[in-house]
């Protein structure tokens, strides 16, 4: 067959949006604390964010912490927050060092101080950093951060008269604001729910739900998903397969 015959590769999604679950479940099964759990995710979410790039995805968002997950125990929700400190304090210098500009979606209220602190400290020194975007939904509710846009519209509206509503605005509004639309999102440990998680942003992605527990994810597990993204026929609504429209630019949103 010739060249102009072959059909076109189907397109990988830039943007993957990961619910990263079961790392509880992982620990059970090896009769040992659910924080031995967490930690295991941690290395599984290294190893994903490496091998994203080689895969064409430039942009993962991550659900660390939920604005739900404060229920949890007193001494669980301390280990996620221990792990948060310890992933940005270690990893930091090397995702600059890479180019990955670090974003944290996701209300400051009620998070201790020092990780306020560090969280700023992240998306300040990676802010001009351009090759690979990675956002961590940490105390993230989608609904929250619905209420907070529209909040923001209305004193938008109070202070500059600016009365207009369009889903432009709107989404550059969002927390999630300069990032491309998300194409994929993952959950892991067979569960089927978005649990609140990018209720906006995920309009039109493909859902890819897998049964690994989060801890056992790495490179084999996204290219699995990323095969199974690309066998499926996007149509945004029309009739015809369609590539995603194009995403809004940071420079629109600044
Ligand atoms: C779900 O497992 C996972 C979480 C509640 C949080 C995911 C957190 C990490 C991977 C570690 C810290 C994150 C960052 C960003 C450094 P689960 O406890 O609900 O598992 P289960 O459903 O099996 O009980």
Redesign the pocket.
């Known amino acids: 067959m010739s060249s102009a015959q072959s059909p076109a590769p189907a397109k990988g999604p830039s943007h993957v949006a990961i619910i990263?679950?079961?790392?509880?479940?992982?620990a059970e099964r090896r009769g040992v604390p659910?924080s031995l759990?967490?930690r295991e995710?941690?290395q599984a979410?290294r190893r994903t964010i490496k091998a994203a790039p080689d895969l064409g995805v430039n942009c993962m968002t991550?659900f660390?912490?939920s604005t739900e997950?404060w229920s949890r125990p007193k001494d669980e929700v301390s280990d996620?927050m221990g792990?948060?400190r310890a992933?940005v304090g270690t990893d930091l210098k090397r995702l600059d060092d890479a180019g990955v500009r670090v974003r944290i979606l996701g209300r400051r209220t009620g998070v201790p101080r020092d990780i306020v602190e560090i969280i700023d400290r992240a998306e300040r020194q990676t802010a001009s950093n351009t090759k690979f975007l990675l956002q961590?939904a940490?105390n993230y509710g989608g609904r929250a951060d619905l209420v907070d846009a529209a909040q923001a519209m209305v004193d938008r509206a109070a202070s500059e008269g600016r009365f207009d509503v369009t889903e432009e605005l709107f989404g550059r509004t969002l927390s999630t604001a300069d990032a491309p639309p998300v194409d994929l999102i993952i959950r892991t440990?067979g569960e089927q729910r978005l649990s609140n998680f990018l209720l906006w942003e995920c309009a039109y992605a493909e859902l890819v739900f897998q049964d690994i527990l989060?801890p056992d994810y790495g490179q084999d597990a996204l290219a699995d998903a990323i095969s199974q993204f690309k066998r499926r026929e996007r149509r945004f609504g029309g009739r015809e397969a369609q590539d995603a429209p194009a995403s809004v630019s940071v420079e629109a949103a600044s």
């Open positions: 990263m679950d079961g790392n509880g479940r992982w659910r759990g967490h995710g941690v979410l991550v660390g912490f997950n996620l792990l948060v992933f961590v940490f440990s989060w």
